[in-house]
Structures are given as C-alpha cells and as structure tokens.
C-alpha cells in the first residue's frame, strides 16, 4: 500500500488548525536509509513547536515540503525496518519522537522514524501514555539530569507545562529538592507530581520570590520564557557554579533576540553572571529508554489532558493553543 490517512495542510494563514484537511487518500513514506524504521502510529502527542514551526510562514516553508502532516511524537507498530535495524522486530510496539518537523509527521498512519528516536513500548505501558512523553520528556530528561547530584536544589519555572511535568518527577527521582512555578489552579497538580514548593506567578513576582530565598538553587531551568529577566536575575537565586538552562520561549524574532542576547551579553554590560545554557534536544535511544524503564517501574507517568479521535484533530490543536491543558494532549490515530 503506497497511500495512507493522514491529516495535511499547505498553508497556515489564520492558525495551523483552521487549514488542516483530511485527503481521500495521502503518500505513504518509504525507507530511504538503512537504519530507519516504518512505524504504523496508533497515538500521538501534541506539542507546541507541532504549530509553531508550521507557522513561521516562509522560513518554515523552506524547511518542510507541502502538504505536510504535523506532529514529532508517536507510538506505534512497526511495520518495516532497514537492513542495519536488528533491535526492534516487524509488529513490536514502540514510541519515540522523529528527528525534527518533516513532511511526514505523526498526524498521518506511517512515519519513518531514525533508529536513536525509537525504543521498545515497555508491557502494560499504555500507548497514550508513551505518546505523550517523548518531546517533553526528552526535554526535560537531558536538561536536568547531565546538571543534577542527588540533593541538589532545582527550580523549573513552568510546573505545569508538557516540560516541566516531566521535570518535576524527573528532578525528584535524581533525589533533589524542587521548587516550581505555575497558577493557583494547577498548584495541586504539581505537588502532586513531587514539588517541595510551588511558586504561584499569577500573585507574586517570581524573581523576588527566588531572590528572597537566597542563592541556593544548584540549576534553574526555563520551561517558559517569561518573565524575562528571569536569567539577568539568576545570580540572586542560583549558587557561583549553579546553571540556567533555557528550555522555553516564544517563537518569535523578540524572544530569538532574547536569547542570543543571554549568550552574547557580559555580566558587566548587564548581562547575567551564571552559566547560561540553551538546551539543544536530540534523540537519544538510551535517554529515551530510561524513560520508558521509569514508565514501566512506575516513578514517571504522562498527565494525560485530554485524548481526541482521528476525525477531531484540529480540535486537539485549537485546544493546545488556548494553553490551558493540564498535561498532554494526545491524538488516537489508528487502532492497537
């Protein structure tokens, strides 16, 4: 079979959502490269940059070829592999994430995903539970534990995000202390993830709340962007050795200049005087693996928000930008 379902779109003028359509029949992708893997998707998790990226007009055109199908995170059956794959078998249940936006994203039934992007679906894992953790979990994975030691103190500002609810548990299964930022109504949620101290940035100011608790925070990191001289800030709060690391901000060329400034500006120009770190994430099969072993023991869980049908994609997606999920929002897209 060389065609597929597969939700598309070719422009993004007034929102990604509002130009998503549903061809009779799309193109099936083929191998290319041997150590690539076809994956039938049976769920997929939505994730902000599924939008964003889309929607950057020209600059996104030049990288992903229309029509495209949206989306980074999957699990799935394998239906083919190439010649150099001998860890996953024909019909195995596995989940990962692809390598960046492509034509062929996880709103469609098949995508072709690189053999360090896709690891075993552990037994009795449910498959919206692993669709629902790659990105962020990744995310959140290797900007917190290569920064960690059993004990240290952790501040994620963004507790409730698809990042920092990964980071929570993360941070807290590494053995650290964390505190944590997010509105009065999601305050329960992330204690119950693990929080030692919620911060609720809706009533206070969020830099002079860490400024009063001195500079005692071994690693901060940044799931939102805001406020933003959260980093400029930093040397109040985080130790001499301590590091910001920058997970999230707008796609924007404001927040573009935001950033580059935070690696360009000397503290004594008014810059920021701790080490500065925008994460750069890439697939790992052993990081993602961890993850899945955390899943399976029962130390790590996906919040799941909401789960749409096929047929209500674009729904999922005017729900993702409103911002107001609690978790993640995965798409059903074929059958187990």
Not at 66 to 95: H, Q
Not at 208 to 232: H, M, S
Request: aromatic share 8%.
């Amino acid at each position: 079979m060389q065609t597929m379902k597969a939700w598309l779109y070719n422009t993004t003028t007034g929102g990604l959502e509002k130009n998503l359509y549903l061809p009779t029949l799309a193109p099936k992708p083929q191998l290319i490269s041997p150590n690539q893997i076809l994956v039938e998707v049976i769920s997929m998790g939505l994730n902000p940059t599924d939008y964003k990226i889309p929607e950057l007009g020209l600059v996104a055109k030049a990288v992903i070829p229309t029509p495209a199908s949206p989306g980074l995170d999957f699990c799935g059956r394998v239906a083919a592999t190439g010649n150099t794959v001998d860890s996953l078998r024909i019909g195995e249940l596995v989940w990962g994430r692809l390598d960046g936006p492509t034509r062929h994203g996880t709103l469609g039934q098949f995508v072709i995903a690189s053999a360090t992007g896709c690891v075993p679906l552990p037994d009795g894992v449910d498959p919206d539970q692993a669709a629902g953790l790659a990105s962020a979990g990744i995310t959140a994975y290797q900007s917190i534990v290569p920064n960690v030691k059993k004990g240290d103190r952790v501040f994620i500002n963004g507790g409730s995000g698809g990042t920092g609810i990964f980071g929570i548990q993360i941070a807290k299964i590494k053995g650290c202390h964390v505190t944590t930022t997010c509105s009065a109504a999601n305050m329960e949620l992330c204690k119950s993830l693990g929080a030692d101290e919620v911060i609720d940035y809706t009533s206070v100011d969020v830099c002079q709340a860490l400024k009063e608790k001195g500079e005692v925070f071994g690693l901060a990191v940044d799931n939102v962007g805001a406020p933003a001289d959260l980093y400029k800030a930093s040397s109040s709060f985080l130790l001499p050795l301590g590091k910001f690391v920058q997970v999230g901000a707008e796609v924007s060329w404001g927040a573009t200049a935001t950033v580059m400034s935070n690696f360009m500006v000397p503290s004594f120009l008014g810059g920021g005087k701790r080490k500065y770190e925008f994460i750069s994430v890439k697939n790992k099969y052993e990081d993602l693996n961890e993850l899945a072993t955390w899943l399976k023991e029962g130390k790590l869980k996906s919040v799941i928000d909401s789960a749409f049908e096929f047929e209500d994609a674009p729904k999922a997606f005017e729900k993702l930008k409103k911002g107001r999920a609690k978790g993640k929002i995965v798409v059903h897209v074929t059958k187990l």
